[in-house]
């Protein structure tokens, strides 16, 4: 079924047709869970608050009608950044946050340039539209020294303190280092962080201690992508039974952990929205496990897994480039099909993992432990970023 506008979509779904037009307050989506059918909120770390299991990345859409249908449908978390799209993504959540600020918990993220920070969270709470996001994260710090960095953690502090947000994290895709250095902070109150099926072990365990010390997880990159968003390389949207996408079995799979306090997919369309919304409290079956078994033996030959955790490349480049990262920064290009998302990641990376420094090599000489080909990477880094 696919729809095309917020109505549509309100009429047609089940879970949206449910909750639209209650009017619930902010007191009831954060004191206890609603109880509409399979609407199902989760604790967020220790803030004390509730907020949907699924969530709502606003990074693909500009549409105002979809941040409406959502909030309809139950889904009070949303996060988005002050880079996405130029900031128009801010704009766009800010046109809604005019009438129905209490109706969500708002995230957003900064960069971690502690010289910008200031000035970016004055800039978006004003696109925005507020003056006090409930939290506030810090953009992609990748090193336990960025995570542990006195002037950042000062600025966030501020923030807090000015009433500028109600809590702080930071998002990070160096999933065990970045954990390890919030418990050690006793600081940071949620981490955001790449969690799919692909995960290993080490980052499981990993998010199960960080989420025992009462720190937030917020998991991203829940859908491999490998192609565009939602249309992943096989398309097998459908089960034989034609009532399961292979990105809801991803998704629960994702729920499935309850160390995971929200997943953040990105939605750009009444399609995933429905998709999402309809997540909520069910349980990953066999079916599920079936379909995900299915989709990833395709798309482990073209996605790099270092997205969800995987380290077997890390520092085998003899130039200090990390082929994980440009892989990932691709990934925005040809998974997401944003060449902007791909280019603002590719810019925030070191100055050390910069493709120009392949220049240096006829072959590359990093081996991916998964079989992909790093030669491709570095030829389609080349074509994208040099
Ligand atoms: S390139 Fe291969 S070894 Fe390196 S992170 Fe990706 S999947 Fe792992
Ligand atoms: S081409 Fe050379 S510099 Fe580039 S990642 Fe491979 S080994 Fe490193």
């Not at 880079?83 to 800010?94: K, M």
């Not at 720190?215 to 398309?235: G, Q, S």
Request: one cysteine or more.
């Amino acid at each position: 079924m696919s729809f095309t506008s917020r109505r549509d979509f309100l009429k047609n779904a089940a879970i949206g047709s449910a909750a639209a037009g209650t009017g619930l307050s902010a007191s009831v989506l954060f004191s206890e869970p609603s109880g509409f059918n399979r609407i199902r909120y989760r604790d967020l770390g220790s803030t004390g608050c509730k907020v949907s299991e699924m969530g709502f990345g606003v990074l693909h859409t500009q549409d105002t009608a979809l941040i409406h249908g959502a909030i309809d449908s139950g889904i009070n978390y949303f996060d988005t950044a002050h880079g996405y799209q130029n900031g128009a993504c801010e704009t766009t959540l800010g046109k809604v946050m005019k009438t129905r600020r209490k109706e969500i918990f708002l995230t957003t993220k900064i960069s971690g340039a502690p010289e910008k920070m200031r000035e970016e969270i004055d800039i978006s709470l004003k696109r925005l539209q507020t003056d006090c996001v409930d939290m506030l994260l810090v953009h992609g710090p990748g090193s336990r020294e960025q995570i542990l960095n006195n002037d950042t953690m000062q600025v966030m502090d501020d923030a807090r303190s000015q009433g500028k947000t109600r809590f702080i994290g930071f998002s990070t895709h160096n999933q065990v280092v970045g954990l390890d250095a919030a418990i050690e902070s006793n600081f940071w109150q949620s981490v955001s962080l790449p969690y799919n099926y692909f995960s290993p072990p080490e980052v499981i365990d990993a998010i199960k201690r960080t989420r025992k010390n009462g720190i937030a997880i917020i998991a991203m990159k829940a859908l491999i992508t490998v192609e565009r968003p939602r249309k992943p390389f096989p398309d097998i949207r459908t089960d034989k039974n034609g009532s399961t996408t292979n990105q809801q079995a991803l998704l629960r799979w994702v729920l499935n952990d309850p160390n995971v306090d929200t997943v953040i997919p990105g939605i750009g369309s009444f399609e995933h929205l429905a998709d999402d919304v309809a997540v909520m409290g069910t349980k990953l079956t066999m079916n599920d496990r079936q379909i995900i078994r299915r989709y990833t033996a395709n798309a482990k030959q073209h996605y790099c897994q270092g997205i969800a955790g995987c380290t077997g490349c890390r520092e085998m480049c003899p130039y200090g480039v990390e082929v994980h990262d440009l892989n990932r920064c691709i990934n925005y290009a040809y998974g997401y099909g944003s060449i902007d998302l791909a280019r603002y990641n590719y810019y925030n990376l070191p100055r050390s993992s910069r493709i120009e420094k392949c220049d240096n090599c006829e072959t590359c000489v990093v081996k991916c432990v998964n079989g992909l080909d790093t030669n491709a990477t570095v030829h389609r880094a080349r074509t994208l970023f040099a």
